[in-house]
């Protein structure tokens, strides 16, 4: 078991999942693949942004307590992510004490991604908000017309 999770987490749990899909592998450290792999790790992210929401909409019955309660304690380090990427944070180069590179080289988000994050940044801000998530430093930002977000607090948090 152990070393199926070993596995698992090498493959999945890298800067770069794209190139372990099946045929894709002969692509790395080209500009096409690189290209690929950025667009891939943007819409995973989207992915799973929307499947957060429709799990606080929606949570599994008898564990609405834990879907509260994980987004509760999360939530404010998912939206601490959302920020970096909104502000040309590449995708996936986010860690324990914040943004790391992950390349070199100018590999900031695509407009797509961010006009699609932002909507569901917005939408993250009031469900996390509703479970009681560490909020306030971006109610506050959205609340002064014109302020930066750079001046947020953007550290991670456990």
Known sequence: MLQVLVSIQALVLNAKPYFNEPGYAMHCNTPHGEKKSLTYNEDTFLLSCRTML??????????????????????RNILVACRAYLDGAQVGCLAKDGVQDVDEGDKSCSVRFKQSLKRLFEELLMEFTVKGADCDQFLAQKAKPGSSAAAADTTLRL
Not at 54 to 75: C, I, M, Q, T, W
Request: proline letters at 9%; aromatic letters at 22%; charged letters at 25%.
């Open 54 to 75: 429709y799990s606080l909409r929606n949570p599994p019955k008898n564990f609405e307590d834990f879907v509260a309660g994980h987004f509760r304690k999360y939530g």
